[in-house]
């Protein structure tokens, strides 16, 4: 059975930070892509950051670039997001996916969801 299971979100002051992680089973971990993406209530999903199979390349959406870095652990199936300097607006609910199409911020380019884990920044 394919999971991907988020943790790590929680309430956060602005200005914090946090760590979520993005722990997989199922399939072969190294063979896919992984990303980030946010939702909040009303708006599309959106895509925060993602990193390639292979090499590790790295992508962020605008609003996050300098404050958010991913990484992979492939000997743990583990992707984490460390967040720095949260903000408001970062409130919403975060997802990982996997997909094998190549690393990318649109949802369409991934296969395997998990359920998310909120993040609240506070004023």
């Known amino acids: 059975e394919v999971q991907l299971v988020e943790s790590g979100g929680g309430l956060v002051q602005a200005g914090g930070s946090l760590r979520l992680s993005c722990a997989a089973s199922?399939?072969?971990?190294?063979?896919?892509?992984i990303g980030w993406f946010r939702q909040v209530p009303g708006k599309e999903r959106e895509g925060v950051s993602c990193?390639?199979?292979?090499?590790?390349?790295?992508y962020y959406t605008d609003s996050v670039k300098g404050r958010f870095t991913i990484s992979r652990d492939n000997a743990k199936n583990t992707v984490y997001l460390q967040m720095n300097s949260l903000k408001p607006e970062d409130t919403a609910v975060y997802s990982c996916?996997?997909?094998?199409?190549?690393?990318?911020?649109?949802?369409?380019?991934?296969?395997?969801w998990g359920q998310g884990t909120q993040v609240t920044v506070s004023s």
């Open positions: 199922g399939f072969t971990f190294d063979d896919y892509a």
């Open positions: 990193i390639s199979k292979s090499n590790g390349t790295s």
């Open positions: 996916a996997a997909g094998t199409v190549g690393a990318g911020l649109l949802p369409l380019l991934y296969r395997y």
